[in-house]
Each structure stands twice: as structure tokens, then as C-alpha cells.
């Protein structure tokens, strides 16, 4: 079993609809909780960042995480077209490495 | 802003050949990640650097080393490819804080095919 496990999708949304994201873990030594936007044949780009429970808001984005149900989602509201991407769980505890989960992709259309 | 630099962004190899990956990390970066993503996974940590020495080791092959230089820089080397070898390599950069979590911020990637 992954480390983290995130839905590939792919998830086929409206323009203007709000979007959910989920990921689930299993290691509780994970503190640190990421999420990722990647364009097809890009690098990743860090969308939000949030340490230990808690909301964190940045314009249309808002990730969540719940330690006690290892459990993290990042809402994306009013969608757009251009938020068509893979988007990636990331989590690490005190070291370097990320873990990262597969990655779910999102479709917005017009 | 500056980003990180990856060079090449495009390389096909033989098997058994060897190949090097170079990364040119953000400015006042000091830390520099190594990544492997194949098709349609997840990116598998390879191996960090920082201030020219390994802080931590993930899934890297044998065949594989790397390195990072007095200008930050890093290269990967990579010896007797492998079909299996063809991916994606992301290299990551941040600048190393002590107190708080270190924001990686990753290159285009290199895209490495081995026939």
C-alpha cells in the first residue's frame, strides 16, 4: 500500500463549478502537506502549503488538513478552463523528500 | 523570477549507455533535489544535496550518481541505462531554513528516453 493515495480521476468539471481534491495517508510522522499543479510535460508547481491541521486560503484555492483522519483536500473554487491539470498531493515530515501521491486529473470545461 | 535550469530538456540513449543530467538551482538556493517521475506515476525521490553534501537518500539505483558543485549545481549521472530508466528527472531547488519547512520549487524536467 502507497504511502499516499490520491484518486487519478480524471474529473470532468463545468467552468465556474468548485472543485474538491483529496488525498489520504497512513504515515503521521508526515507535517508538512503540499499540492502541486502540473501541465502536461511541465514541472510541478507549488500551489499551497500548509503545516501540521488547518486551513490556508490564497484566492481561489483553499487547502484543508485533518491529521486526525490523515486525511487533506484542496478546494478550488470558480474554475477555470486554464485550472485544466494534474494536481499532486505532496507530503513530507522533517526530511528532504517529498512523497507524493499519483496525482488526480482535472478537466474544466467551457 | 529565476527558475531552476535544467539541461538537456530532451536526451536519447542506448542501453548500456551512460548519461548526465545537470541542474542549476534557483539563486541563493542551496539545496538541490533529484526526482524520477515514469509515465503516468508519481515523482520517486532520488537524492538530496545540500552545501555540496548528500542530506538524504531515497530510491536511487546503484547505477546512478550524483553530485553537487561549489556553485551550486548538481548533476546526476546515470551508467548502464536500462529500458526502465526512461522518464521524467525533476530537479528541485530551496534555500535551506532551518525553523520551517524548505518550499521546493521544481525545473521543466529532463526527458530521458533509452532505446
Known amino acids: 500500500q502507497k504511502e499516499v493515495e490520491q484518486d487519478p480521476g480524471p474529473l470532468s468539471v463545468p467552468e465556474g463549478a468548485i472543485v474538491s481534491l483529496n488525498c489520504t495517508y497512513s504515515?503521521?510522522?508526515?507535517?508538512?502537506f503540499m499540492w502541486y499543479r502540473q501541465y502536461s510535460r511541465k514541472g510541478p508547481e507549488l500551489l499551497m502549503y500548509?503545516?501540521?491541521?488547518g486551513n490556508k486560503e490564497d484566492g481561489r484555492f483553499t487547502a484543508q488538513v485533518d491529521k486526525s483522519s490523515k486525511y487533506i483536500s484542496l478546494f478550488i473554487r470558480d474554475s477555470q478552463p486554464s485550472d485544466s491539470a494534474t494536481y499532486l498531493c505532496?507530503?513530507?515530515?522533517?526530511?528532504?523528500?517529498?512523497?507524493f501521491g499519483t496525482g488526480t486529473r482535472l478537466q474544466v470545461f467551457p | 523570477a529565476a527558475g531552476v535550469i535544467q539541461s538537456p530538456r530532451h536526451l536519447i540513449k542506448e542501453k548500456r549507455e551512460t548519461a548526465t543530467l545537470k541542474c542549476y538551482p534557483i539563486?541563493?538556493?542551496?539545496?538541490v533535489y533529484w526526482y524520477q517521475q515514469g509515465p503516468g506515476q508519481d515523482p520517486q525521490f532520488l537524492i538530496s544535496?545540500?552545501?555540496?553534501?548528500?542530506?538524504d537518500k531515497g530510491s536511487i539505483p546503484d547505477r546512478f550518481s550524483a553530485q553537487q558543485f561549489s556553485d551550486y549545481h548538481s548533476e546526476l549521472n546515470m551508467s548502464s541505462l536500462e529500458l526502465g530508466d526512461s522518464a521524467l528527472y525533476f530537479c528541485?531547488?530551496?534555500?535551506?531554513?532551518?525553523?520551517?519547512?524548505?518550499?521546493?520549487?521544481f525545473g521543466p524536467g529532463t526527458r530521458l528516453t533509452v532505446l
Open positions: 528541485a531547488s530551496s534555500p535551506r531554513q532551518e525553523s520551517s519547512y524548505n518550499e521546493q520549487f
Open positions: 504515515n503521521s510522522a508526515f507535517q508538512y
Open positions: 500548509t503545516y501540521s491541521s
Open positions: 505532496a507530503m513530507s515530515d522533517r526530511t528532504d523528500k517529498l512523497i
Open positions: 539563486p541563493r538556493h542551496d539545496t
Open positions: 544535496f545540500y552545501e555540496k553534501m548528500q542530506s
